[in-house]
Every structure is written in C-alpha cells, then in structure tokens.
C-alpha cells in the first residue's frame, strides 16, 4: 500500500521542550504539571520503557486514549505521527521530529493519531508515558486500547526513511 500522507503539524499534538535545570548534583526537569494541560488530558497513571538502539516501537493508535510522552535521553528518538482522525482538518498529514537526549521534549498525542517512535541513537533509550487512560481500565478488566498497525504487512504507517 502506498503512503498518501502530506508533511506538516498534526492538529492536537502537542510538543513542549522541557527545561533541564542544572546544578553541582546533576540535573532536574519538570515533566508534568496539571495546569499545563487541559483535564481531558490529566495522566491516570504513568510507565517508564528502555528502548533498544535501532528497535522501533509502533506504529499503533488508540481509540480513547492519549499518550503523554517524556523523552529525555540518554539516547535520541525518531517519533512519527500520522493523523488518521478523518474528521480532522490534518487528516492524512504526518510530521516527524527527533527528540530525546538532544532536543528533549514531552509530546501530547491525541487519540486516533498514529504513532511510532525509534531509537536511532547508541544507547539504550528511555521514554516515560503518562497516558490519559488506564492500561485496560479499572483492575485491567478491559480490552487494550490499541489498533497495532505494527502488526499489518500492508499498513501504509511506515518508519522506514
């Protein structure tokens, strides 16, 4: 299947450089704070994640959730997001950035916007994510919230270039 997808911002995501605030100790950043984001957005929890260098993980999309991804090293990430909300003025666009130890950021990701992300640094990468939603709901009683195009031959989402 060929990609039809234009290059530009996807309306919805959200993407915040974060601040290191350096000392003799080393350094802090804020990674969320309540009065950045709107409520529909408040994280119900959050994970942390290692990435291998060269290892991709999506492209996947969620029905109701949103992802609040923290990228801030030691390695850096080539992350795409694809609109696929066709109500969505951005419908069909997708934009990429690299994030991570050199351009640290948190990325809102609205839900029905694909997305994937890939270490294209040497080192082992750490994401931290503060989704919306809880991971299959109240004592995990409920179905993934995930649509995994990783996992179709044919899906015109690809992290190839």
């Known amino acids: 299947m060929s990609e039809t997808f234009r290059e530009g911002e996807i309306l919805g995501v959200v993407i915040k450089p974060l601040a290191k605030f350096n000392d003799q100790r080393g350094w802090l950043t804020e990674l969320f704070r309540n009065d950045d984001w709107p409520e529909e ?13 060269g290892v991709t993980r999506g492209p996947h999309e969620h029905v ?14 080539k ?11 951005t419908f069909d666009m997708r934009q990429t950035i690299v994030v991570g130890q050199d351009n640290p950021a948190v990325v809102l990701i609205p839900k ?12 082992d990468g750490i994401v931290i994510n503060c989704p919306n939603r809880l991971y299959r709901g109240t004592g995990r009683k409920e179905e993934i919230d995930e649509i995994r195009h990783e996992d179709d031959s044919e899906t015109r ?5």
């Not at 949103?66 to 850096?76: R, T, V």
């Not at 989402?157 to 270039?161: K, Y």
């Open 41 to 53: 957005f408040q994280p119900a929890m959050a994970y942390i994640s290692s990435t291998l260098p």
């Open 112 to 123: 029905g916007v694909v997305h994937a992300y890939k270490n294209v640094g040497d080192l």
């Open 64 to 77: 109701d959730q949103a992802d609040l991804f923290c990228f801030i090293g030691p390695s850096n990430f």
């Open 79 to 89: 992350l795409r997001v694809w609109d696929n909300r066709s109500d969505s003025p």
């Open 157 to 161: 989402f690809v992290m190839t270039d």
